[in-house]
C-alpha cells in the first residue's frame, strides 16, 4: 500500500487515474492545472508530494466556489395531509421482465409533494391513507414501531403518517430528521 496524503491505497486495483477526481473533490481550491483528471496519469503521481491547496479568500465580491446548497423545489407546500393520486405503473425491465407497480404522489401539510412507488403491486390492491396512533394501535402495529419512529409519528404533521398496505406488507413513511419521508415495515 502506498500513502497518499495520509490515505493508504493500494497499487492494484482501481487506476489511480479513476480514483484522483474522487481523492480531490473535497479539496475546494485545489491547483486545476497540477490535478486535472483528463491529464492526471498513474505514472506521473507522486505520492510522496503533497497536495496544493490555495485558501479561498471570502470577500464580497467573489462567487462562493464549494457546493452550493440543495435548490428549493418549485412546488408549493400542502395545505393538508394528503393522497393526491395513485397511478399504475407498468415497466420492462431486462433482467426482471415486466413488472407492475403503483406510483403514489402524496404529501404532509406544510411539506412538498413526494413520490412512492410500491413495486410488483397494482393500485387497485394498494391501500394509502394516514394513521393516527390510535389506528396503528387497532392495527396491531404501534408496538412494531420503535421509539425513535414513534417519535417520528407522533411529531409528524396531525400525528398522522402515511399508511401503504398491499396484498402481502404494510409500511408507515414518517419524516425524518432530513425533512424526508422513510419507510418501515409494520406488517409482514
Request: hydrophobic letters at 35%; proline letters at 8%; glycine letters at 8%.
Amino acid at each position: 500500500m502506498t500513502p497518499i496524503n495520509g490515505v493508504r491505497m493500494p497499487q492494484r486495483g482501481v487506476p489511480l487515474t479513476l480514483l484522483a477526481p474522487v481523492l480531490l473533490a473535497g479539496c475546494g481550491g485545489v491547483d486545476a492545472e497540477a490535478h486535472n483528471p483528463e491529464t492526471f496519469s498513474a505514472e506521473t503521481f507522486d505520492a510522496d508530494k503533497p497536495v496544493q491547496v490555495r485558501a479561498q479568500q471570502k470577500s464580497g465580491s467573489e462567487k462562493r466556489t464549494g457546493t452550493p446548497a440543495m435548490p428549493m423545489g418549485d412546488q408549493p407546500l400542502s395545505p393538508t395531509n394528503q393522497v393526491i393520486s395513485k397511478e399504475e405503473l407498468a415497466a420492462r425491465f431486462p433482467r426482471y421482465g415486466e413488472e407492475q407497480g403503483c406510483v403514489i404522489d402524496f404529501a404532509y401539510r406544510g411539506y412538498e409533494p413526494e413520490v412512492l412507488i410500491r413495486r410488483g403491486e397494482p393500485c387497485d390492491k394498494v391501500s394509502v391513507f394516514f394513521a393516527d396512533r390510535a389506528l396503528l394501535e387497532k392495527y396491531n402495529d404501534w408496538e412494531r414501531l420503535d421509539s425513535y419512529q414513534q417519535a417520528d409519528v407522533l411529531k409528524g404533521p396531525d400525528s398522522k403518517v402515511l399508511y401503504v398496505e398491499g396484498q402481502f406488507t404494510a409500511s408507515v413513511y414518517p419524516i425524518g430528521i432530513t425533512g424526508l419521508t422513510y419507510s418501515v415495515v409494520v406488517t409482514d
